[in-house]
């Protein structure tokens, strides 16, 4: 979409996602946090579920990186129902290999093990991310 054409909300949570990108680059999680945040309250009210999905992603990053791995297992789960519901499934192979992550990082072995065989087998229906 061409920068001339965005609503105010679109810019702004356009914004937000490259400012909570940008904080996680930085291993600034929390800072991340509240961008991303910013970014799906925006998403939601503009009814743009690719941006909501993005912010999600980000959401889970963000408490990744804060050691909050249900909050991040949590919000990568809502990353891949708005996959479902608009049929766009990039990116999820990424999801559930993150996922079996956090179960790993949470010594949660069995759960772990059913996310990374789902991450296989989404990598050899789809491809590297």
């Known amino acids: 979409m061409e920068e001339e ?9 356009r914004d937000a996602l490259r400012a909570g990108k940008r904080f996680l680059k930085e291993g600034n999680g929390s800072a991340a946090m509240v961008r991303f945040e910013k970014a ?13 999905r993005r912010a999600t992603r980000g959401l889970a990053a963000s408490a990744r990186l804060q050691g909050q791995y249900r909050m991040a297992i949590k919000h990568l789960e809502r990353v891949l129902e708005i996959s479902q519901q608009i049929r766009e499934y990039t990116g999820d192979a990424d999801a559930y290999g993150t996922i079996a992550d956090c179960y790993t990082d949470l010594d949660e072995f069995e759960k772990a093990a059913a996310y990374y065989d789902k991450y296989i087998q989404s990598m050899n229906k789809d491809g590297p991310v």
């Open 5 to 13: 054409e965005m609503t105010t909300d679109q810019s702004q949570c």
């Open 40 to 52: 799906l309250m925006l998403s939601k009210a503009i009814g743009e579920k690719v941006q909501e």
